[in-house]
């Protein structure tokens, strides 16, 4: 079956520094959504690449989705400590299947 | 803000027991799920709907059961709470989950079998 990968799982940074998680689909997807969770909370949905090549930015987030659509990147720019929390990627394979998670990269921020 | 919700946020019940976790949602998503997910790992699938009388098992084989009777509605059972079913329960609500529109999360309940 479909299978969602992302390295790496865990990651420290200094503040200030840059970060990058990859996620890796067995199969092409339809579209990838990124999500974060910060420490004891819920899912919040960050965006969605649609688009082979696709790059879209907010703030300091860049996210991009592969030409192959069987991989995404999300790149934080400086970060702060407001950035700690996991982020997920999760995509269908098709627009009518169910959503598949990757199992997430945590990223701890270090003043 | 999302307009989905989970009660209870914390759950301590005792094996055995026959417990429900709520989930309701005023945006009328057709499409709603059940995650399960331990501190700080990942989000099994458990359960999903397409609408109402519609129901599918997700990813990660569960004891729990769940309806759909109503489209905001969607209720979660577990009929004999046992220990390994300590773990945080995430439902979530999307208007066109494969069409690319966004989930939104409750904020969950943690529930412990003790």
């Known amino acids: 079956g479909q299978q969602v990968m992302q390295i790496p799982q865990y990651q420290h940074v200094q503040e200030g520094e840059d970060f990058t998680t990859y996620c890796n689909s067995s199969?092409?997807?339809?579209?990838i959504q990124w999500y974060k969770q910060r420490p004891g909370g819920h899912p919040v949905f960050l965006i969605q690449?649609?688009?082979?090549?696709e790059v879209k930015k907010q703030k300091r987030l860049t996210f991009q989705f592969g030409e192959a659509k069987k991989n995404s990147s999300l790149h934080i720019t400086a970060t702060q400590t407001t950035d700690v929390g996991t982020y997920f990627c999760?995509?269908?394979?098709?627009?009518?299947?169910?959503?598949?998670f990757g199992p997430g990269t945590s990223l701890s921020v270090i003043p | 803000e999302a307009d989905i919700y989970q009660t209870p946020r914390y759950l301590v019940i005792g094996t055995g027991k026959k417990i429900t976790l709520e989930c309701s949602q005023t945006?009328?998503?057709?499409?709603m799920y059940w995650y399960q997910q331990d501190p700080g790992m990942e989000l099994h699938l458990i359960h999903y709907?397409?609408?109402?009388?519609s129901t599918e098992k997700g990813d990660l084989s569960s004891e729990s059961t769940v309806s759909r009777i109503r489209t905001e509605h969607f209720p979660l059972t577990l009929e004999s709470a046992r220990p390994s079913h300590t773990s945080q329960y995430l439902c979530?609500?999307?208007?066109?989950w494969g069409g690319g529109t966004e989930a939104f999360f409750g904020q969950g309940t943690r529930l412990t079998v003790v």
């Open positions: 690449l649609v688009k082979s090549g």
């Open positions: 999760a995509g269908p394979k098709t627009s009518y299947d169910k959503v598949i």
């Open positions: 709907s397409y609408g109402v009388n």
């Open positions: 199969t092409t997807l339809s579209n």
């Open positions: 945006m009328g998503h057709d499409k």
């Open positions: 979530a609500s999307s208007e066109s």
